[in-house]
């Protein structure tokens, strides 16, 4: 039998009061397992005559917070806790190891506040900036259960999934950006490079340019106030955009609401919508946070506007008394197949798989969509950049055909 080792440890136990002691275990993880089947939360095990020294490396976090960032935070953190590692010795080593400034920084903070007996929800809670609302209310309900490993893993499971399906997204617009790009970049340089040639060739031949001709060689004339113009509305706009998604619910509405109706597009924004929607509150559900509070959280977490005013629409409803599936119903945002998915949830008392099941058909629908949009979309660009190179082309060229047909009349 191996011998046992005394540890100290500081915890939180049903009622929420911090306790520390001792406890005797052959190793940490056994201490901690101790602690976890009285009933206390372990924030701190540490051997009599240690401190937290023991180092790991988690490659990947670095520089700006991303959402992969925090996929690979929030596996790295699930992985520690469930293998027996108290909290604080997990934030200790991530704050440590990561490189992201902003993630370092609410890491570093977040520990001071649990090793101060707040807990980490609360903490995590602070840097909302940093830490999504979803993560935040699932670690909540993840301390109310005592199940904070099991919480900390389905984090992970759907920052993963969320990352994958925003890569997707990702992949199917690249094609067209840089084909529009690349046509921007052969516009301009057509006007700054060919149309003086041509220009210079007008003008031996003599006769009047038609309109469009002249159109381009007085817009080639005019590229040095009309390129810096068009860089900085591009840029102006792009930063006025993001303000107003930040600051106005009624400018994110509309924008939402345009992106579900886009002709190409449209579907594949609301596939996208109904997976975050099913998983997040699916997810919620399921580690037990409140239906209200779930129903809050995850109107503000799936990045639309519609969806997050039909959810407070829902809110009402449920606290009325009514089934979410009927207020649901009321909203065009969501397909017949989810409501009725939400129904049957409702009456069995699985929502929570229900949306689980939802979340998994819109995920492989997104793929779908995706790469059938891909495919779809090239040839369009194509054909779109070749009609606007070729009528620049035939603009140029339309002179001669008029000297031409002016020297046979003659």
């Not at 049957?344 to 798989?353: A, L, Y």
């Amino acid at each position: 039998m191996p011998a046992t080792r005394t540890f100290h440890y500081n915890s939180i136990d049903a009622t929420g009061r911090k306790t520390k002691g001792t406890v005797e275990a052959p190793n940490e993880a056994a201490a901690t397992q101790m602690l976890r089947q009285r009933g206390e939360v372990p924030l701190e095990v540490a051997e009599a005559g240690q401190g937290l020294n023991r180092d790991l490396k988690i490659p990947g976090l670095g520089g700006k917070t991303k959402l992969k960032d925090l996929a690979i935070f929030a596996r790295q953190f699930a992985t520690m806790t469930a293998s027996g590692m108290s909290l604080l010795r997990s934030l200790a080593i991530l704050e440590d190891q990561t490189s992201a400034l902003s993630l370092k920084k609410a890491l570093g903070e977040v520990r001071a506040d649990v090793s101060g007996g707040v807990s980490l929800s609360a903490s995590m809670a602070k840097h909302d900036k940093v830490f999504p609302r979803l993560m935040i209310a699932m670690v909540r309900a993840g301390e109310t259960g005592g199940m904070i490993d099991r919480a900390l893993e389905q984090i992970a499971d759907s920052l993963e999934k969320d990352t994958a399906l925003r890569g997707k997204i990702k992949g199917a617009l690249t094609y067209p950006a840089i084909v529009l790009s690349f046509t921007f970049v052969l516009i301009a340089a057509v006007l700054i490079f060919i149309v003086p040639i041509f220009e210079a060739m007008f003008k031996s031949l003599g006769g009047q340019l038609p309109a469009i001709t002249q159109f381009l060689v007085d817009t080639s004339h005019n590229m040095w106030w009309i390129g810096p113009i068009i860089v900085g509305t591009m840029v102006g706009g792009s930063i006025a955009y993001k303000h107003q998604q930040r600051t106005s619910a009624e400018f994110r509405l509309f924008v939402d609401k345009a992106k579900v109706r886009a002709p190409v597009f449209g579907s594949l924004f609301q596939k996208l919508a109904m997976s975050r929607f099913s998983r997040n509150l699916g997810l919620l559900l399921n580690v037990g946070v409140p239906v209200m509070q779930a129903l809050a959280v995850v109107g503000e977490t799936t990045g639309n506007e519609v969806i997050n005013i039909a959810m407070k629409d829902v809110q009402g409803a449920v606290r009325d008394g009514q089934p979410m599936s009927s207020a649901m119903r009321h909203h065009k945002i969501f397909p017949e197949m989810v409501t009725q998915m939400v129904e049957v949830g409702e009456e069995s008392g699985q929502i929570s798989q229900m949306l689980d099941k939802v979340a998994d058909f819109y995920d492989r629908e997104v793929d779908s969509a995706a790469e059938s949009l891909t495919a779809s979309i090239e040839p369009i660009m194509v054909l779109v950049m070749g009609a606007v190179v070729g009528g620049m082309v035939v603009c140029l060229y339309l002179p001669m055909f008029t000297i031409y047909q002016n020297i046979q009349t003659n």
